[in-house]
C-alpha cells in the first residue's frame, strides 16, 4: 500500500477518504472516479439492506437493491415501505454506558445513515431511542431515492449467481425471506446450516449466582465437573412446577407459530405431559449426587458456561416461550437463582438465519462463495440496531472489495478492534461454536474482559465503553501522523 505525500492535488487528496472498514485506505479513490462499472446487488429493503446500500452509494459504488415487496408481501408486514419496524419502535437504550449505547455510538461515529434517519425521527420513550415509524420509514426512503447511484427494483430475487464476475451480492432479506430465497442460501450454505427458528435457552450472570446453595459436578463423575447444578427438594420443585405451568406464554402472531421439534419443546410444554416429566428430562437428577450430602437430589436444574471466561452460563434445556417478566419470577424460584441476573431471556420464534461461524468470515463474505455477503437478522444478529450494524459492514466491506480489484486485489479488510461492540459482535458471528450457534444481540458479555479486576458493574461498564470507543476511534480515524501529511479535515459523518 503505497504513502500518500504532500504532492497529492486536493482532489486526489479528497478521494483518497474513501472509507472502508479499515478506517482510510490512504490510496483509495471514489470508484466511480476510477471507472469502475460493477455494481452491488442488494437483497432486501429492511434496515440492513438499505443501510448497506447508502454506505456503498456514499463511496460511490453503484447498488441494485432489490425488495420483493409489494410484489410479494410477508405476513408480518403491513405496507410496502423501506425499512419499515415490524415489531417495536424502539431501537434500546441511550442511556450512557449501557451495551446498546455503545454499539451505536460507534455507529454513528463510523457514519450510519439510519442511525441518522432515526435520530431525526425520534419520539420521547425516557432513555430508549424510539422512532415514529411511518416518519422513519419515509426518511429512509427519500435517503434512498436521493442516491443517484442507487437504483429500486421492486421485485422478489428467486436465484443467486454467486459465480457473476462484475457483481457482488449482499443477502439482508430479514427473517421472513421468502421459500425459493431461502432455498437458494440453503444451496449456497449446504446441508444443515439454514435454520428456521430459534430455540434460546435463559443466560445467567454469574456473579448472581448464590454459590452457597449450589455444586459442581458431572453426571456419573464422568470429566471434569463442569456444570453448576441447583439441586431441588420436593417441595421445592413442586413449586417451581406449578409456578412454571401457570405463567403467561409470550404472545405470537399467527405467522410466529411453529411446529416444535420433539427434541425442542419448550420446557413449559413439556412440563405440561406430567408433573414428573421435567425429573427424567431437563431436571434429571440421576448421577448428580451432591458432594457435600452424598445424596441425589429430587431434582436438579444444570448450569452449562457461557463462553471461556466463566462470566455467564446457560440454563440447559430452559429453552421457552414464556414473557421475559414471567422467566424472571419463575426462574429465580430454583435453589442458587433467588437473585440471579439475565443476560438473555429464553426465546423460541420464527427466524430464518445461518449458521454464522460455520460459513462466514470475518468480512460477512461467505468462506466458500466470497462474491456473496450476508447482513441482518439472517446473517445471527437480533435487533434492530443489529441488522443496521451489519448491514453498514456488510456495505463498506463490499465497495471496499470492488475497491480492491483495480486497485490492490491483495489488500486485506481489517476487521473492526475485538473490544469494540462491532468488532465483539462480529467475533460472535464468526467465531461462536457451530455446533450450538444462536443469534444474539450486543451485551457486555461479548466483549472481552478487561486486564484488571473492577467488582463495581457500574464502573465496569464505563471501562469497557471508554476501552471500546478508545480503540474504535483507533481503527476508524487516520492517524494523526497520516492527516499532517495531507492536511485534510475529517470528513463531517465522523467528525
Not at 430475487?157 to 457473476?164: K, P
Not at 458432594?291 to 452449562?304: E, I, M, S, W
Not at 423460541?348 to 438465519?353: A, D, K, L, P, Q
Request: proline share 6%.
Amino acid at each position: 500500500m503505497r504513502a500518500i505525500g504532500v504532492s497529492l492535488g486536493e482532489r486526489e487528496k479528497r478521494a483518497a477518504y474513501n472509507r472502508t472498514s479499515a478506517g482510510f485506505f490512504p490510496e483509495a479513490v471514489n470508484a466511480s472516479e476510477r471507472g469502475i462499472m460493477q455494481t452491488v446487488k442488494i437483497i432486501g429493503g429492511g434496515l440492513a439492506g438499505c443501510e448497506a446500500a447508502l454506505q456503498c452509494a456514499a463511496r460511490g459504488v453503484p447498488v441494485e437493491l432489490y425488495e420483493m415487496r409489494p410484489v410479494r408481501s410477508t405476513p408480518a408486514h403491513q405496507t410496502a415501505d423501506l425499512a419499515e419496524l415490524v415489531c417495536s419502535n424502539s431501537l434500546k437504550s441511550e442511556s450512557e454506558f449501557t451495551a446498546p449505547w455503545l454499539l451505536k455510538q460507534e455507529m454513528r461515529r463510523a457514519g450510519c445513515h439510519l442511525l441518522a434517519c432515526a435520530d431525526r425521527c425520534a419520539v420521547p420513550a425516557g432513555h430508549a431511542l424510539a422512532v415514529d415509524r411511518v416518519a422513519y420509514s419515509a426518511a429512509v426512503s427519500e435517503a434512498i431515492a436521493a442516491q443517484p447511484l442507487i437504483r429500486l427494483r421492486r421485485q422478489e430475487v428467486e436465484s443467486i449467481n454467486e459465480e457473476e464476475r462484475d457483481q457482488i451480492t449482499i443477502i439482508a432479506s430479514g427473517p421472513l425471506t421468502s421459500d425459493a430465497l431461502s432455498a437458494e442460501i440453503a444451496r449456497l450454505a449446504g446441508g444443515g446450516h439454514l435454520y428456521f427458528y430459534d430455540s434460546i435457552s435463559p443466560i445467567v450472570e454469574a456473579g448472581s449466582i448464590d454459590r452457597s446453595r449450589v455444586y459442581l459436578a458431572a453426571r456419573y463423575e464422568k470429566g471434569t465437573p463442569d456444570y453448576i447444578n441447583c439441586p431441588l427438594n420436593r417441595e421445592e420443585y413442586d413449586r417451581f412446577y406449578d409456578a412454571l405451568i401457570s405463567a403467561q406464554s409470550a404472545e405470537s402472531k399467527e405467522w410466529e407459530k411453529v411446529n416444535y421439534f420433539e427434541s425442542c419443546l419448550p420446557i413449559e410444554e413439556l412440563a405440561r405431559r406430567g408433573r414428573d416429566t421435567l425429573r427424567f428430562g431437563p431436571m434429571k437428577p440421576v448421577g448428580l449426587a451432591d458432594p457435600v450430602t452424598g445424596k441425589r437430589p429430587y431434582a436438579v436444574v444444570q448450569l452449562r458456561q457461557e463462553n471461556q471466561r466463566a462470566d455467564s452460563y446457560n440454563l440447559v434445556g430452559f429453552q421457552n416461550h414464556l414473557k421475559f417478566a414471567e422467566q424472571a419470577r419463575v426462574l429465580r424460584l430454583i435453589p442458587g437463582l433467588e437473585n440471579a441476573r439475565f443476560l438473555r431471556y429464553g426465546q423460541i420464534h420464527r427466524n430464518t438465519y445461518i449458521n454464522a461461524p460455520a460459513l462466514l468470515g470475518e468480512t460477512l463474505q461467505m468462506k466458500a462463495h466470497p462474491r456473496v455477503l450476508l447482513a441482518g437478522q439472517i446473517c445471527g444478529v437480533e435487533g434492530y440496531v443489529e441488522s443496521m450494524a451489519m448491514g453498514m459492514l456488510a456495505g463498506i466491506h463490499a465497495a471496499t472489495l470492488l475497491g480492491n480489484q483495480s486497485r490492490n486485489p491483495q489488500a486485506v479488510i481489517v476487521p473492526p478492534p475485538r473490544e469494540s461492540a462491532l468488532g465483539s459482535l462480529l467475533h460472535y458471528l464468526t467465531h461462536a461454536n457451530p455446533r450450538n450457534f444462536q443469534p444474539a444481540n450486543i451485551t457486555f458479555d461479548l466483549l472481552p474482559p478487561l486486564e484488571e479486576k473492577v467488582r463495581d458493574r457500574q464502573q465496569r461498564h464505563r471501562m469497557l465503553c471508554q476501552r471500546a470507543l478508545e480503540k474504535f476511534e483507533g481503527w476508524w480515524r487516520p492517524s494523526a501522523k497520516l492527516e499532517e501529511k495531507i492536511d485534510l479535515a475529517m470528513p463531517s459523518a465522523v467528525r
